[in-house]
């Protein structure tokens, strides 16, 4: 079983900067693509950022140059860097493992962390 763990969320102001971390337990990160997710209440989770075990990355059109996603698979550990934040980047924030399973992908989520830009 997966187990994933963020952390870093909080409140900040417009304009300014969050780090999200993830850790995730387990042997399988290194193959995994890793990706972060967002919700607000009402609507649909949408992908944020994505990178995939060769280190390939894609980016939602809302964010593209503003945040970074990286990786150590040493720590089994997915950042988010989120700079120039705005208060539309208000959400709750996931932290998603999709691993090799089968012909197909299996998905672990972790429990989220909340993300409140002031204006």
């Known amino acids: 079983q997966v187990q994933l763990v963020e952390s870093g969320g909080g409140l900040v102001q417009a304009g300014g900067s969050l780090r999200l971390s993830c850790v995730a337990s387990?042997?399988?990160?290194?193959?995994?693509?890793m990706g972060w997710y967002r919700q607000v209440p009402g609507k649909q989770r949408e992908l944020v950022a994505k990178?995939?075990?060769?280190?390939?990355?894609n980016y939602a059109d809302s964010v593209k140059g503003r945040f970074t996603i990286s990786r150590d698979n040493a720590k089994n550990t997915v950042y988010l860097q989120m700079n120039s934040l705005k208060s539309e980047d208000t959400a709750v924030y996931f932290c998603?493992?999709?691993?090799?399973?089968?012909?197909?992908?299996?998905?672990?989520w972790g429990q989220g962390t909340q993300v409140t830009v002031s204006s």
């Open positions: 387990g042997t399988i990160f290194s193959i995994s693509s």
């Open positions: 990178i995939t075990s060769g280190y390939s990355t």
């Open positions: 998603n493992l999709a691993r090799p399973y089968g012909s197909g992908l299996r998905d672990y």
